[in-house]
């Protein structure tokens, strides 16, 4: 049980972390990439030719 407890509050915080990255991105336009891992997941948020925002998410292996 506890096991599953640390694993939803690790993947609850992966995802909080997701969103203030991208916060801060929308604050600060000279921040081009941020990434993020959680287990064999990773996020990227990165900004296009266009400067928009974009996150991608892959498994890592």
Sequence with gaps: M???LKK???YKQYI???FKGY?????DPQ???LRFDYLK?????????DKQ???RTHDTN
């Excluded at 990773?42 to 030719?49: G, H, M, P, V």
């Design 53 to 55: 925002i974009r996150f």
């Design 16 to 18: 909080r972390d997701i």
């Design 31 to 33: 921040i081009e990439e």
């Design 41 to 49: 997941e990773e996020t990227i948020l990165k900004r296009d030719e």
């Design 2 to 4: 506890k096991k599953r």
């Design 8 to 10: 939803k509050k690790a």
């Design 23 to 27: 916060e801060s991105m929308l604050e």
